[in-house]
């Protein structure tokens, strides 16, 4: 009976980690519940998930059936496909120039100020063709995937006019189609208003709302829709209006909320049932509470605080001891986050945000699967989910946010196929 066989069975894991657990995001301190199976096998068919446990039971289960192929985990470390939920991975060109500008102590709101910043990627993402665009992202998805990513958010937000957002967001639609890393797409258009409508943020409010949001719709190019809601950026009530327009056509909604002032994003994030709020390193306890009672995710950004120089971070603790569920990412964009790298995040969260080891898998498994609405298929390796998963060349958990600044990724699976081997692309 073909229908029967197993494709790929993981064996000889050292210390597997499935996320198992009650349904939902994993919130307050269940963050930190993360049992570690030492001894374990997953079995997987049609790039799903059938057993995944401790090595003699997953054997039991499919004894007598063939096995088409075997993977040996060599007793290493074996966790679900990481999830990064917040980046804004297409758009043209770098911004190192910054790096002096913030040596001589200029902040990220002069600098985007002064006509650079977001503002300077929007030149070059408009000036870039669609191929450009393209190859510059998939060269990033593949360092996410060799990071173990295996999921994971892009936001358009660097064209700024309709047909450059629908640019950027077109190669997000090509990326998904021809690569390993699953994406899903959130229009930005309210990023930042663009130099042509400098003084008129009223009428780029609006042909975000009438123009872009239902062409983007209409198309079908993107799940979310996403507000950087800051001072300068967009005011709470600008977001609000945009937000809500997104809503009515059926977009989920997300906010970049009280990053650098307390603007009452976090509040405006519970008040309108976004999936996810993110950066929140000025939010309130209020604010806090307002996403907790409205199931809004955390999403913690330690190395755009790490690398904007900020003395102050996410009050990542607080918000678990809130009951929030916190997932962390790389908000990997090429001014205020230019990594890819989610093994230096954990770091981060570790160091900076205070979590431990536990808590931060969790952030960057099961919790960032629900912040990007994905947390029914991916996040946790359990029977029916898609098969996602990682051996890291660590013989344990702690190990790998310990030993920071390395890659530590040996194989990546993605849908039951082998994607990454020896630390390097298989796809
Ligand atoms: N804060 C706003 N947007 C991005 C930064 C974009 C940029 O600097 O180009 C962020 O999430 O950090
Ligand atoms: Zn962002």
Same mark, same amino acid.
């Given at each position: 009976m073909e229908q029967q066989q197993i494709d790929l069975f993981v064996h000889h894991i050292g210390e597997l980690i499935t996320m198992? %657990?009650?349904?939902? @995001? #994993?919130?307050?301190?269940?963050?930190?519940?993360? !049992?570690?199976?030492?001894?374990?096998?997953?079995?997987?068919?049609d790039g799903v998930i059938v057993a995944a446990g401790p090595e003699a039971d997953v054997r039991a289960q499919i004894a007598g059936l063939p096995v088409a192929q075997e993977? =040996?985990? *060599? %007793?290493?470390?074996? +966790? !679900? $496909?990481?999830?990064?939920? #917040?980046?804004?991975?297409?758009?043209?060109?770098? *911004?190192? #120039?910054?790096?002096?500008?913030?040596?001589?102590?200029?902040?990220?709101?002069?600098i985007l100020a002064q006509g650079?910043?977001?503002?300077? +990627?929007?030149?070059?993402?408009?000036?870039? +063709?669609? =191929?450009?665009?393209?190859?510059?992202?998939? *060269?990033?998805?593949d360092t996410l995937l060799l990071q173990g990513v295996t999921t994971c958010e892009a936001k358009s937000g660097y064209g700024l006019t309709l047909e450059d957002e629908l640019k950027q967001l077109q190669v997000t639609k090509r990326l998904n189609e021809a690569h390993p890393v699953e994406?899903?797409?959130?229009?930005?258009?309210?990023?930042?208003?663009?130099?042509?409508y400098k003084g008129r943020s009223a009428d780029y409010v609006k042909l975000v709302i009438h123009e872009m949001l239902p062409e983007v719709k209409r198309l079908g190019l993107a799940e979310f829709c996403d507000v950087f809601c800051e001072h300068g950026v967009f005011s709470p009530e600008e977001s609000e209006e945009i937000l809500a327009a997104a809503k009515a056509l059926g977009f989920g909604v997300k906010i970049h909320a009280d990053e650098i002032e307390p603007l009452g994003g976090a509040?405006?994030?519970?008040?309108?049932? /976004?999936?996810?709020?993110?950066?929140?390193?000025?939010?309130?306890?209020?604010?806090?509470?307002?996403?907790?009672?409205? $199931?809004?995710? @955390?999403? /913690?950004? !330690?190395? +755009?605080s790490f690398n904007l120089r900020l003395k102050q971070h996410a009050r990542a603790r607080r918000m678990i001891e809130l009951g929030l569920a916190v997932a962390l990412s790389t908000d990997y964009n090429p001014g205020s986050s230019p990594t890819e790298s989610i093994q230096l995040v954990m770091t981060l969260g570790c160091l900076n945000l205070g979590l431990t080891p536990e808590e931060v898998l969790t952030a960057v498994t099961v919790n960032a699967a629900h912040a990007i609405g994905r947390g029914d298929r991916v996040g946790s390796l359990v029977p029916g989910k898609q098969a996602d998963l990682v051996i890291f060349d660590a013989a344990n958990l702690a190990y790998v946010p310990y030993h920071f600044g390395i890659n530590h990724v040996d194989t990546v699976v993605k849908g039951g196929k082998i994607v990454v081997r020896d630390g390097r692309l298989a796809y």
């Open positions: 198992a %657990g009650e349904a939902g @995001a #994993h919130t307050g301190s269940r963050m930190a519940d993360v !049992p570690v199976v030492k001894g374990g096998a997953v079995a997987i068919r993977l =040996d985990a *060599r %007793g290493r470390l074996v +966790t !679900p $496909g990481l999830v990064d939920p #917040h980046t804004h991975l297409v758009h043209g060109g770098s *911004r190192e #120039h910054e790096l002096a500008m913030k040596l001589q102590g200029a902040t990220y709101l002069e650079g910043g977001i503002l300077s +990627t929007v030149r070059a993402t408009r000036s870039a +063709t669609e =191929d450009e665009l393209y190859a510059k992202a998939k *060269r990033s998805l994406l899903v797409s959130t229009f930005m258009g309210a990023h930042m208003v663009p130099e042509e509040e405006l994030a519970g008040k309108l049932g /976004c999936i996810s709020a993110e950066h929140l390193l000025a939010a309130t306890d209020a604010g806090f509470e307002a996403m907790r009672d409205a $199931g809004v995710i @955390a999403v /913690c950004l !330690p190395a +755009t």
